[in-house]
């Protein structure tokens, strides 16, 4: 991290102060982290929820499931298709909710 030398105060109105506490909070950054991004021309994005990081790692879950099914059809040499699309159903479902619920 770069190290900081100069230290700037300025004086901004009571609802810049609001934007600014808000755009903190949803962040998660600090407020002179928030100014930073500001300056920099980056994008601040909003924090992800608790829910959000709950429904990709059932994802998560679906897809290694999915991957060891096709592992053991490789080693046995037959295919379990029945297997595949239960889970690949699953699949769907959870990206289509989460399209529907952080998209």
Partial sequence: MEERFIKKSFRITAEEEW????????SGLSESAVIRS????TTIKENNSK???????????TADIIRKVAE???????????DLKIYYTHL???????RKKFL
């Fill in 19 to 26: 934007k600014l506490k808000e755009m903190s909070i949803k």
């Fill in 38 to 41: 500001c300056i920099a021309g």
């Fill in 51 to 61: 829910e959000f990081w709950i429904e990709l790692r059932k994802l998560n879950d």
């Fill in 72 to 82: 053991k059809s490789l080693e046995d040499g037959e295919i379990y298709y029945n």
């Fill in 92 to 98: 769907k479902k959870f990206v289509d909710d989460a």
